[in-house]
């Protein structure tokens, strides 16, 4: 059975720091890309940011470029996101996600497999 | 990246037909065959019911159909059922392997 299974989300100051992990069981997950996407409180998915199959390559939602840097450990399967300089409106659920249908260059935005999210909160 | 466009609600009474529709640009919706719909109930996480525009992942019922014209996809859901009842979300590959969300609409079954 597949299941992905974040944690690492909490209480933290604005300027401060989460490392939120994501660990992958029932399949490999060095066959897919991976992405985080996020809900704020009451509102829509935004999506923040995806990695490759083998983590050489790795996108980011403008308004956390140079903030977050995701990562994956294809030994352990599991993802990472590392949020630094954090703020209020990163304020949400962070989800992981499995794209089922990325090749080797191109995601496809088909998430066929979500986390039960991880609620992170910047407040002070 | 603007986020997609989508009415905020919908309704339909039982075993009736309702479509949402999703607008975005030549950018994004009207320029790939990557988009995908979600389901979400309260408090759970979203499910993938329909990816490139109108396929359907094994396990979802055929009522749920999606289709694409321009730069407007559209997810119909037909014969709707009390469960139905959920916030429903499009999405569409961005370009430079980005994706873009629409706001939700939230369907109730009257």
């Known amino acids: 059975e597949v299941q992905l299974v974040e944690s690492g989300g909490g209480l933290v100051q604005p300027g401060g720091s989460l490392r939120l992990s994501c660990a992958a069981s029932?399949?490999?997950?060095?066959?897919?890309?991976m992405s985080w996407v996020r809900q704020a409180p009451g509102k829509g998915l935004q999506w923040v940011a995806s990695?490759?199959?083998?983590?050489?390559?790795?996108y980011y939602v403008d308004s956390v470029k140079g903030r977050f840097t995701l990562s994956r450990d294809n030994t352990k399967n599991s993802l990472y996101l590392q949020m630094n300089s954090l703020r209020g409106e990163d304020t949400a659920v962070y989800y992981c996600?499995?794209?089922?249908?990325?090749?080797?260059?191109?995601?496809?935005?088909?998430?066929?497999?979500w986390g039960q999210g991880t609620q992170v909160t910047v407040s002070s | 990246q603007s986020a997609l466009t989508q009415p905020p609600s919908a309704s339909g009474s039982p075993r009736q037909s309702v479509t949402i529709s999703c607008t975005g640009t030549s950018s994004d919706v009207g320029g790939y065959h990557y988009v995908s719909w979600y389901q979400q109930h309260p408090g759970k996480a979203p499910k993938l019911i329909i990816y490139e525009v109108y396929k359907r992942p094994s396990g979802v019922p055929d009522r749920f159909s999606g289709s694409k014209s321009g730069n407007t996809a559209s997810l119909t859901v037909s014969g709707l059922q009390a469960e139905d009842e959920a916030d429903y979300f499009c999405?569409?590959?961005?370009?430079?392997?980005?994706?873009?969300f629409g706001g939700g609409t939230k369907l109730t079954v009257l």
């Open positions: 996600a499995r794209d089922k249908w990325g090749d080797r260059f191109t995601i496809s935005g088909g998430l066929d497999y």
């Open positions: 999405s569409s590959y961005g370009g430079s392997n980005s994706l873009i």
């Open positions: 029932g399949f490999t997950s060095s066959d897919f890309w």
């Open positions: 990695i490759k199959q083998d983590g050489s390559d790795k």
